[in-house]
């Protein structure tokens, strides 16, 4: 299967497809530095551990490793990585101006465990207007056996998607975002170190971790666009000094786009969200 290859020139990459690969951002000292330090961080059990995890069950290995999210907001390592100066210039020419910093999450992912749906990210951060843009990390070797992400180039410039069900055999969140027939879920290879960048309007994904004994880490940025106004509710924003950033709580749009047939091809009609949500969401 065809994979995303590194970009060569990753502003042009981000800006004409909505996503780009950097090779070797950080060094692979860096990245093992960052799967010891989490490692023992999550011999800890924190407040809100599995609260966004559905139907975990006792011997779900994601019980064991359920992901982290916000360390920032305790640990210093995480502030850092978070306000990172590759990562700050990457982001201001992608995007044109200095972005707020919003979040960081932690995936650890052992063997067995299930993937994360396709969905975007501006269903959850609604960052008003421009966009959310995440910066993936990973810290080991990953690909398709272990679960990597998955892109789905052409999505870049969609608006927020109605969501159905999601295989949650598959998936540890329970909804997903349907494609068009002319859309597919490109998969990702990453080395330690490597930094994938995307826009808050592209799908992607990642499948369960299908490898007998491999975990599949990696550590994960979000972003708001310098021009942003709003911000989806319980998130926070601070800028690259780490001063917190008022921006306006954002309870999100009552419109999602959903997929009609017009003469043979898929296009989007925006329809009212609630209204969808109780036809196709409902048990
Ligand atoms: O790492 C994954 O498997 C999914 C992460 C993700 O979708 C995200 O950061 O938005």
């Excluded at 310098?226 to 998130?235: I, N, P």
């Amino acid at each position: 299967m065809a994979t995303i290859v590194a970009s060569a020139d990753p502003i042009t990459s981000y800006q004409t497809e909505g996503y780009c690969l950097v090779k070797g951002l950080f060094s692979k000292d860096e990245a093992k530095f960052f799967l010891e330090h989490y490692m023992e961080l999550r011999k800890q059990p924190r407040g809100g551990d599995l609260a966004y995890e559905t139907a975990a069950t006792s011997n779900d290995p994601l019980t064991q490793y359920p992901r982290m999210i916000n360390m920032h907001e305790w640990d210093e390592v995480s502030m850092k990585f978070l306000l990172d100066q590759r990562l700050k210039k990457i982001l201001m020419d992608m995007a044109g101006s200095e972005p707020y910093a919003v979040q960081t999450m932690i995936y650890y992912k052992p063997a067995g465990a299930r993937g994360q749906a396709l969905h975007q990210d501006q269903f959850y951060l609604k960052v008003e207007p421009g966009t959310c843009i995440a910066a993936w990390l990973a810290l080991e070797p990953i690909d398709e056996e272990n679960g990597c992400m998955s892109v789905v180039p052409g999505s870049q410039n969609l608006p927020i998607l109605c969501t159905i069900k999601s295989d949650t055999t598959q998936s540890f969140t329970d909804v997903t975002v349907p494609l068009s027939s002319e859309m597919r879920a490109v998969p990702v290879v990453m080395e330690p170190g490597d930094v994938l960048f995307f826009n808050g309007s592209m799908i992607h994904g990642s499948g369960p971790n299908v490898s007998k004994d491999r975990f599949r880490r990696s550590l994960i940025a979000h972003y708001a666009t310098g021009d942003a106004q709003k911000l989806g509710t319980f998130y926070k924003a601070i800028d690259f000094e780490g001063n917190r950033v008022g921006l306006e709580a954002n309870p999100g749009g009552s419109k999602c786009g959903q997929w009609v047939d017009q003469a043979g091809n898929p296009i989007l009609e925006l329809v009212d969200k609630q209204e969808h949500d109780k036809r196709d969401l409902r048990d």
